[in-house]
């Protein structure tokens, strides 16, 4: 019921067309991200197919935010400031933290680059728990407890965390691990039509934008 509710929720955002807080527009004619409800991130296209990825608002009472470069697969990384993490996309391999993530993922026809989890029993997703009892999604612990060794392992693309204060936490040591980690604050959206529109955050990921702009027609 709760993946059914977020997905019927993004297909409602992507069908209406209301004022529109902010629209964000790429350059040299590719797709477009368009946000009418989520304010919590923004997304920069560049002139060398980068985009540069900014989660405004991360955790409650944040003063900043964070950076995230996306670079194509196989191109040099641009120069770019020292606050700025970069991901290489399309992801080949993601751990998530959140189950509000597994749904996400369903939408977007990328369950299956799902490799890592904090306690899999919570994930209620078809897709996502053929996949757990095939063995091709780790149970990473929790928190304080979470596996970095099993991280280490994985060598996963990215994994998407939250957090709820100003401590990073076992994030931090999963960067040491040099896996890069991209905050989703989805979960501090107002509106819960803009709480589904981070699934357009996620497609960045993996140059899923086209899909969800035909969607949107």
């Known amino acids: 019921m709760k993946n059914s509710f977020i997905v019927l929720l993004t297909i409602i955002t992507l069908g209406c067309q209301p004022e529109k807080k902010q629209i964000l527009v790429s350059g040299n004619g590719r797709s477009a991200t ?12 560049q002139d060398d ?3 540069l990825v900014e989660v405004i608002y991360p955790f409650q009472g944040a003063t900043s935010g964070y950076k995230y470069l996306l670079v194509p697969k196989g191109q040099t990384v641009p120069e770019h400031e020292a606050d700025v993490r970069v991901i290489s996309i399309p992801l080949s391999s993601i751990v998530c933290t959140s189950t509000t993530h ?7 026809g990328e369950t ?21 009892d095939a063995g091709r999604v780790q149970e990473l612990g929790v928190d304080k407890g979470l596996n970095l060794e099993r991280i280490a392992m994985l060598d996963p693309d990215m994994v998407m965390g939250y957090t709820m204060n100003s401590d990073y936490g076992q994030f931090k040591k999963v960067e040491d691990l040099h896996v890069p980690v991209v905050l989703n604050a989805e979960y501090l959206e107002k509106h819960p039509l803009g709480r589904a529109e981070w699934i357009k955050f996620v497609a960045l990921f993996f140059n899923k934008e086209k899909l969800l702009n035909s969607r949107e027609n």
């Open 34 to 45: 368009t946000l009418h409800y989520a304010s919590g991130f923004k997304v920069t296209y």
């Open 49 to 51: 197919n980068t985009k």
């Open 112 to 132: 299956e680059k799902l490799v890592g989890f904090p306690s899999t029993d919570y994930i209620s997703s078809e897709k996502a728990r053929r996949l757990i």
């Open 102 to 108: 597994i749904p996400l993922l369903d939408y977007l």
